[in-house]
């Protein structure tokens, strides 16, 4: 049945019987949960959709995640197996009439049939509250099993009072090697997917998703521009990816050699203060499609490791760089990441606290575990006064020569020293 705007038909497979003249990423939408990829760590047996994707749920959810990652599927995998009726509405379209109409009809079809509905929102976030608020009597009723999706992160954009009423699932962005299992199954798939018109080596394949960063519609889209290019029985390769994408695209392997020769050379700039080579081997990665978190927490450790206390300012850049490339992502995020490779290339390098460290975790590996001084134990208790503790610790802002006099060490490693800093060295102009 078709009630005012909103298409409100069941979701069956008559319903969403196959286009072959759809985009391949519409073809290619898994049908059943078994053909879903990815996102382990909530679908699956035990897991946090377990029983939603089975038709047995009954809480409202938001899916929250990067695009191409499977939310608009799993929200229809699940009415897939849902008693309810199936409305999908974009809130990109919609205003609060609508929402007020779609809330009437689904509460006039659960008094009619005895059925709730399942209302999918896409791009919930951009609902405003009055707009967020209508929702909230049929959710709390049950009248409607609300699923909205959203790449926004929810804490900002869905209001408290919404989102204590549904449970928010973080779905992630596809490894590389989920991505390339989509594609190879695309590839050859004789119903929906390109029937082995054209090849491609999994190397390719590979390259194809490091091209994408875990969105598997842009995958998929980008193979099949891949195969459009090329006569049947043709084989994708590097040549035919750049044509495609339009841009040159660098072999590099998240997992492999590439990976790690690029950070190790990032790394080794930063130290040598060359800030020119920190951005060039930077650029590199970003293009290659690297993690810009990776790329951040690294930097985090050369601003210790590298710098430490010659430039305590570091690390607070580093962590402040890592905090905004989480918020914005790429490719806003990427001036965040040059900024702060070159302030650490370009900052006083010291690894006296990484030396120190290091020479301290080699005596507690190879003494014995010495006790505590008693004069630098805590006496809470009589019993423990009485025993010694504490006796003869001497408070440095009061006594200035306990700096000198007072052994803090165990008796075994009384004359220790780790922390030797010697001259900064002055950066790079």
């Known amino acids: 049945m078709v009630d005012g705007l909103f298409d409100t038909k069941e979701l069956t497979d008559d ?25 382990e760590h909530v679908v699956g047996a035990g ?24 939310k608009t599927t799993l929200a229809r995998l699940i009415a897939q197996r849902s008693a309810r009726r199936f409305v999908p509405f974009s809130a ?19 008094r009619r049939t005895g059925r709730g509905t399942l209302l999918f929102v896409d791009e919930i976030h951009r609902f405003n509250k009055a707009q967020q608020d209508a929702f909230l009597p049929f959710v709390e009723r049950g009248d409607i099993l609300l699923i909205g999706a959203t790449t926004e992160n929810p804490s900002f954009e869905v209001n408290g009072a919404l989102l204590s009423r549904v449970r928010t699932v973080i779905l992630q962005p596809l490894a590389p090697t989920e991505l390339a299992r989509i594609l190879r199954h695309a590839l050859a798939d004789a119903e929906r997917g390109l029937r082995g018109r054209v090849r491609a080596a999994d190397e390719t394949l590979v390259r194809i998703a490091h091209a994408c960063d875990g969105d598997a519609r842009r995958a998929l889209t980008l193979l099949e521009t891949a195969a459009g290019l090329l006569p049947d029985g043709a084989e994708i390769d590097g040549g035919v990816l750049e044509r495609a994408l339009q841009r040159k695209v660098l072999l590099y392997d998240k997992s492999g050699d590439q990976h790690y020769d690029l950070i190790s050379a990032l790394h080794k700039s930063v130290r040598n203060s060359d800030a020119d080579a920190a951005l060039y081997w930077l650029a590199r990665m970003m293009a290659a499609g690297e993690d810009g978190l990776y790329l951040a927490r690294r930097m985090v450790r050369m601003a210790s490791e590298d710098i430490g206390l010659a430039d305590p300012f570091a690390l607070r850049i580093a962590l402040d760089t890592m905090e905004a490339f989480e918020r914005l992502g790429y490719p806003e995020g990427k ?6 490779a070159v302030y650490l290339a370009r900052a006083k390098k010291s690894n006296a606290l990484y030396v120190a460290l290091g020479a301290a975790e080699e005596d507690v590996e190879r003494t014995s575990a010495d006790p505590v001084p008693l004069h630098l134990r805590n006496a809470p208790t009589r019993l423990m006064k009485e025993a010694g ?33 010697k001259k900064d060295a002055e950066p790079r102009g």
């Open 15 to 39: 319903a969403r019987a196959f286009d072959p003249s759809a985009p391949l990423a519409e073809r290619m939408r898994p049908r059943t949960i078994e053909e879903f990829v990815g996102q």
């Open 47 to 70: 897991r946090m959709l377990d029983a939603a994707v089975r038709g047995e749920g009954t809480q409202s959810l938001i899916l929250w995640g990067p695009p191409g990652t499977g």
């Open 92 to 110: 990109v379209l919609a205003g609060i009439k609508e929402i007020r109409d779609l809330m009437a009809s689904s509460e006039a079809y659960k």
């Open 335 to 340: 001036v965040h990441l040059a900024q702060a």
């Open 389 to 421: 503790y504490g006796e003869g610790y001497r408070y440095a802002h009061d006594d200035p020569k306990a700096k000198d006099e007072m052994v803090c060490m165990p008796p075994s490693l009384a004359d220790r020293k780790y922390f030797a800093p």
